[in-house]
C-alpha cells in the first residue's frame, strides 16, 4: 500500500532553516506528482509546493524565493528546504500524492491528492 513519511520537523528561530523530507512507497514514485501542503491550527489546509516528476515545481506566493522543493526519484524520497522561516510558516507539514500522474491547475486543490503522510511540525519562534 502507498506510505508517505515525514521527517524534518523541528522549533527554530525566525530566519532559520529546515529540510523536510518525506519517504514514498508503495508505488512508482517517479511517476507522480507530489505536493507539500501545511496547516496551522484553526486554518485551513493550504498548499505549499508543488513537483512534478520531470522536476517542474510551483510554489505558493507565501513561500517563493525562501522554500525550495525537489524530489530523487532514485530514492523515492521528497525533500522541502525551508529558509528565512517565519513565525507565519509555523503548522504541520504533510506531503502528499496527487491521485493523478501530473501536476496540473488547481495546483493546490487538496481534494486533488490522494495520499497523505501523517504529517511534520514545524514551529518558528520570533
Known amino acids: 500500500q502507498v506510505q508517505l513519511v515525514e521527517s524534518g520537523g523541528g522549533s527554530v528561530q525566525a530566519g532559520g532553516s529546515l529540510r523536510l523530507s518525506c519517504a514514498a512507497s508503495?508505488?512508482?514514485?517517479?511517476?507522480?506528482?507530489m505536493g507539500w501542503f501545511r496547516q496551522a491550527p484553526g486554518k485551513e489546509r493550504e498548499g505549499v509546493a508543488t513537483?512534478?516528476?520531470?522536476?517542474?515545481?510551483t510554489y505558493a506566493d507565501s513561500v517563493k524565493g525562501r522554500f525550495t522543493i525537489s524530489r530523487d526519484n532514485a530514492k523515492n524520497t521528497l525533500s522541502l528546504q525551508m529558509t528565512s522561516l517565519k513565525p507565519e510558516d509555523t503548522a504541520m507539514y504533510y506531503c502528499?500524492?496527487?491521485?493523478?500522474?501530473?501536476?496540473?491547475?488547481?495546483?493546490?486543490?487538496?481534494?486533488?491528492?490522494?495520499?497523505w503522510g501523517q504529517g511534520t511540525q514545524v514551529t518558528v519562534s520570533s
Open positions: 513537483i512534478d516528476s520531470d522536476g517542474t515545481s
Open positions: 508503495g508505488y512508482t514514485y517517479s511517476d507522480y506528482c
Open positions: 502528499a500524492r496527487r491521485a493523478g500522474w501530473r501536476c496540473r491547475v488547481p495546483f493546490f486543490r487538496a481534494s486533488e491528492y490522494m495520499y
